[in-house]
């Protein structure tokens, strides 16, 4: 359950969160983004939103075109998380937006013995997550996070917050304050200038917020959010 005087305590004692990347050594793919903006229709943002079969393994116009592990992606970036947290055996992670799971099975693997949990509003992804943590996932929505105050060490959410309207991005960001003991890390679909605006909208067809990075710190002051984060730019 919520706890009130929880979230009034962390509103008294707010402190600006860090905007840092801690996603710097994961592999970019470059992204013919004029291509989607030709191909991307209102149906193709229906049906990506819907987040089944089509988004993760179906058309590259409705999502990923086939969302398959690769070690190569987060295996760099486990040593930065372990390092900035001091992640070790007896650390828990929670993965919000987990897709399959593949970042936790990763975290798993190179940090033996952490305790790592996953969430994803997709009953599609969830049955289709490595079968190793498979057991450690679960459908549930970030507005409302399956665990007790404070229970959890660090909260990570990877692109994935954005997708929700600012009213229930409110309560998610609050969430993760709730829930998170030591620290917590998100990054956000964003823009600093008007060509990345545009970019974003070529690219983008799952976010339902997406702000300028300035308007992104306020909304997080506004909040209550204090932990740290940072932006995708396509």
Known sequence: MKNTCFLLDKAINMTIGKEINLLENYPQSKRDVSGRLESKTKEDRLIAREFGK????????????????NPRFWEPVVPTFQKHWSLNKSSSVLDIGCAKGFMIYDMQRLIPGIK???IDISQYAIDNAKEEIKNCCKVANATLLPFDDNSIDVSISITTLHNLDEKDLV????????????????????YRDMAEKERMDAWNLTAKTVMHVDKWKEFFKDVGYTRDYYWFFP
């Open 54 to 69: 089509d988004f993760f393994d179906g058309s590259r116009s409705h999502g990923y075109g086939g969302f398959i592990y």
């Open 116 to 118: 790592v949990y996953g």
């Open 171 to 190: 309560k998610a960001l609050l969430e993760i304050e709730r829930v998170s003991r030591i620290g917590s890390f998100i990054t956000l679909d964003a």
